[in-house]
């Protein structure tokens, strides 16, 4: 069995996303066809890239968390530093278009 290396948020609880550098949060739902996409992508680069910390927040499941990041659309990607938000996109995306998003919001 694979372990995975992004993280789950419960409980509306972005603790160990504000205590990370630099993570990304990406908000999702089971049903949704783009996500179940995106998530193969996101174990692959969270794999891949150092200094990061890859989160998934299933978006009914913390609802608090889509109100207060104005999440209406998903998979919406996140990336904080610091525990503050610091850029965003919406949709699918190929995996080399993520990781260059990434790195030039990670400083």
Same mark, same amino acid.
């Given at each position: 069995? @694979?372990?995975?290396?992004?993280?789950?948020?419960?409980?509306?609880?972005l603790s *160990?996303?504000?205590?990370?550098? =630099?993570? $990304?949060? %990406?908000?999702?739902?089971?049903? =949704?066809?783009? =996500?179940?996409?995106?998530?193969?992508? !996101?174990?692959? $680069?969270? %794999?891949?890239? %150092?200094?990061?910390?890859?989160?998934?927040?299933?978006? @009914?499941?913390?609802? *608090? !968390?889509?109100?207060?990041?104005?999440?209406?659309?998903?998979?919406? !990607?996140?990336?904080?530093?610091? +525990?503050?938000?610091?850029?965003?996109?919406?949709?699918?995306?190929?995996k080399e278009?993520i990781k +260059?998003?990434? @790195?030039?919001?990670?400083?």
């Amino acid at each position: 069995m @694979e372990i995975s290396m992004v993280k789950k948020i419960k409980n509306n609880d972005l603790s *160990e996303v504000k205590a990370s550098g =630099c993570a $990304l949060v %990406d908000f999702s739902a089971a049903w =949704c066809g783009p =996500c179940n996409m995106l998530a193969p992508v !996101l174990e692959e $680069l969270s %794999d891949e890239m %150092d200094g990061v910390a890859f989160f998934n927040a299933d978006a @009914e499941a913390n609802m *608090e !968390l889509s109100s207060k990041y104005g999440v209406t659309s998903i998979p919406a !990607l996140f990336i904080f530093r610091d +525990g503050r938000p610091v850029a965003q996109t919406v949709g699918f995306q190929p995996k080399e278009v993520i990781k +260059g998003w990434i @790195e030039s919001n990670r400083n």
